[in-house]
């Protein structure tokens, strides 16, 4: 009876190792966590950002909500999102309820482009100096996830949701992207006074003729100063 305990809790060991190794695989796999500490979760809500979406259109035409899931599409043809505006078309989620000038702050969310986006901004932190009016933008070139135009983050992006996080250190001038847990690129500030977080669809030159993504579970974090 006792050689029958030790066997069957000998087994429940191995078990457990077995388990823990899993573990260790999928952790090495995904690659090195999302530095989190020290980030404190805002509230995000429609009260903190509104949908930059061509002016001539009723936004649900061309962005919805539902079931969690905000879809943003837009189309070549479209018209800016504003009349005086000279810029290609967007269906965006600005979040301008927590613009910023300082600090360390972050962006996180799921995101989903279907097959056949292409040559589209889907993710940008606003803010810059001249010439530039951004500090990063995330596109899709046939498929592959780009820093602006290049390198490329991830080579086949189409038809799967994949997690976001980008972290910008606005003294550091620094801004940090990462793709399902593994650090993809750190690029350099591009200056600027005041920067904002959007995503959605805005085209770039040879678009698509029909662009779309979607987001879920979007975040916005600042680190508290020790």
């Not at 966590?33 to 980030?39: A, I, K, L, S």
């Not at 360390?104 to 530039?132: D, K, L, N």
């Not at 972290?167 to 904002?196: F, P």
Request: with cysteine; aromatic share 16%.
């Amino acid at each position: 009876m006792a050689y029958y305990s030790s066997f069957r809790l000998l087994g429940f060991f191995c078990l457990m190792i077995s388990f823990l190794q899993l573990i260790l695989l999928q952790a090495l796999a995904w690659g090195p966590d999302v530095p989190t500490q020290g980030f404190v979760s805002l509230p995000f809500n429609r009260s903190f950002y509104h949908i930059q979406k061509p002016y001539d259109v009723p936004e649900d035409q061309r962005y919805s909500f539902v079931d969690g899931i905000h879809k943003c599409w837009v189309y070549s043809t479209d018209k800016p999102h504003t009349t005086t505006s000279q810029t290609m078309p967007r269906t965006e989620i600005a979040i301008q309820g927590y613009n910023y000038s300082s600090g360390v702050w972050e962006f996180e969310a799921y995101g989903y482009v279907p097959y056949g986006t292409s040559s589209v901004c889907i993710m940008q932190v606003f803010g810059a100096s001249a010439p530039h009016a951004t500090t990063l933008m995330l596109r899709v070139y046939n498929g592959s996830l780009m820093y602006y135009t290049g390198p490329v983050l991830v080579p086949n992006i189409y038809d799967k949701w994949f997690k976001l996080n980008v972290i910008h250190d606005v003294e550091a001038a620094k801004v940090k992207v990462y793709i399902d847990g593994c650090l993809k690129l750190e690029a350099d500030g591009r200056g600027g006074t005041s920067h904002a977080f959007k995503c959605g669809v805005y085209a770039q030159h040879n678009d698509s003729f029909y662009m779309e993504s979607r987001w879920k579970h979007i975040q916005v974090s600042r680190k508290c100063r020790p």
